[in-house]
Each structure stands twice: as C-alpha cells, then as structure tokens.
C-alpha cells in the first residue's frame, strides 16, 4: 500500500456531470491537485489521503475534502483516494480529455519560449499556430510551427480549430489582438501583456503578470524585513514568519 493511504478510503463508483456548478476558487485548484496527482502516480501511489495530497498541491486538506466532494469523491478513513481515479475525474471536469489548441499571438521572446514549451501536449494542449506582424518573422517556422500574419487570424483559428488564443504581444497591442480573436471565434484567451483586456461577456480572460507576482512577493519581504527590525529595535526576538501555502501565478 502506498505510503501516502491515510484516512480517506476510496470512494464508491460516483458519476460526476460534465459540468458541475463549481465555485472558482475550486476550478483554480483542481489543475494543481491534478499536476500532483500525476506526481504520485508517476512515484508509483495508487492512493492518496486528502493530507499527503493538501501537501502535494500546496493547499489545506479540509480544502482538497470539501472541493473533492464536488466532484462526487468523498474520502473514508482507510485507504485513500484512488490516484487513477481522480485524475480521470479531474480531467473529466476540465475538459482533458480533449486535446485543445493553441494559437499564441507575438511570436517575440515570450512566443518563443512558450512555443518550444515541450510541457504542454502531456497536459492536454498543442501550439498549432504562432501569429505576428513583423514581416521578418511571418513565413518562417518556429518547432515546425508556421508563423502567420494577423490579417489571415479568422483563417488560422478555423483551419487549426483554435480553442484558445494566447496574447503575448507587447500591451499596446493587446486589445486590438484580444478584438481579433474574439471576431475570429475564440472564446478563450490567457494574456501575458501588462493591460486590461475588454471581451465580451461570454469570452474567458485569465491575465498573468508576472511583475504583480513579484510585487506580492514583495510586499511580504517588505513585511519580514519590517518586522524583523522592529524586533530588533524593540530588543524582541523576530517574529517567526508563518508558512503560508503557495499562490497561483494565475
Ligand atoms: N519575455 C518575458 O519574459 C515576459 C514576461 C512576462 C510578460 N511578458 C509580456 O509578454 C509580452 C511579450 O513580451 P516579449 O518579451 O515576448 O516581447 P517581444 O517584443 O519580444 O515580442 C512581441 C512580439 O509581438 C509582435 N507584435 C507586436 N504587435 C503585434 C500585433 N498587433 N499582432 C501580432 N503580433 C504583434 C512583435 O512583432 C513581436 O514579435 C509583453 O506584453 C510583455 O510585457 C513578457
């Protein structure tokens, strides 16, 4: 039995709907229990207690408990939940099973990196296209992928079946990048550039800024660091700072 069985015992067979009505805050961390689902199976766990998975993903077991439930997976005292099981659940509900393509708009230093990404297919997602203006950069290949103009977007995302477009161009030009997808059909779209996109209601935005991370992070060095001095000034001892789990870039 696998060292990480603890309380929980494998649920019965429970259907889970396609798409269950789940807060947000859920959604975001089923991605991480899934990238730490796949950890453990790949270290040979066939189970997992709601603990050793809390501490995989970085989050509070009574979390892992009550957003498992959603899915219809309940643990027991015993024997853990079914590695195998959950991850088929997890991608199940994130729609997984499918695999999904991507077309990443500014094929500069960050389309570039994200391009030769060799992460992505394992987790369900294919960068068929690269999109550009420079005329030095459209025609040429990127790992085998065209880099087309703007102007022939529409044409793109329909014959790549485009189900998400990535916005990794500089921010000046993101909104009008972000109106091109949406006019070319694309429902979904992670922006990388520093801005404020405006999409219709029934288009998902995730924006990740890495400077507003780093600008959180800060904020918490800016605060050890404070309270460290103001322990020595007081002639205390430091406050120990408390372990707080790790947040989601996005
Ligand atoms: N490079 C990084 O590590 C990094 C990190 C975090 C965020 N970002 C953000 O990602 C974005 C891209 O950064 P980068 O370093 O790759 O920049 P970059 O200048 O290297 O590349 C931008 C690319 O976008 C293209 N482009 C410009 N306008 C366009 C348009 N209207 N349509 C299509 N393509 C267009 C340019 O020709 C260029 O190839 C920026 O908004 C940046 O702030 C970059």
Known sequence: M??????????????????PDLPEATVSRLPE????????????????????????????SAKVRKDLSQLGSYGTRGVGYDVDR??????????????RNVA??????????????????SRGFRISALVDVEPAR???RLYGIPITHLDDLAATV??????????ATPAGAAQQVADR????????????????????????????????ELQ??????????????????DGAVPHPVSHTPARKVV
């Open 2 to 19: 696998s060292q990480f069985a603890g309380r929980d015992a494998v649920a019965p067979a429970v259907m889970v709907p396609d798409f």
């Open 33 to 60: 229990y899934l990238r730490a689902l796949h950890q453990l199976a790949q270290l040979g766990h066939d189970t997992v207690s709601s603990e050793a998975l809390a501490t995989a993903a970085g989050v509070k």
């Open 86 to 99: 959950l991850v088929q659940q997890i991608e199940q509900v994130l729609g997984l099973s499918q695999r």
């Open 104 to 121: 990443v708009i500014g094929a500069g230093n960050l389309g570039h990196a994200l391009a030769g990404y060799a992460g992505f297919p």
């Open 138 to 140: 459209v025609g040429e």
């Open 158 to 167: 329909a014959a790549e079946k485009i189900a998400i477009g990535v916005i």
């Open 181 to 212: 997808l949406v006019g070319a059909g694309v429902k979904c779209i992670l922006n990388f550039a520093p801005c404020v996109l405006s999409v219709p209601t029934d288009v998902d935005v995730r924006s990740v800024d890495l400077a507003i």
């Open 216 to 233: 959180i992070l800060s904020f918490h060095e800016h605060r050890r660091t404070r309270s460290a001095l103001d322990g020595v000034t």
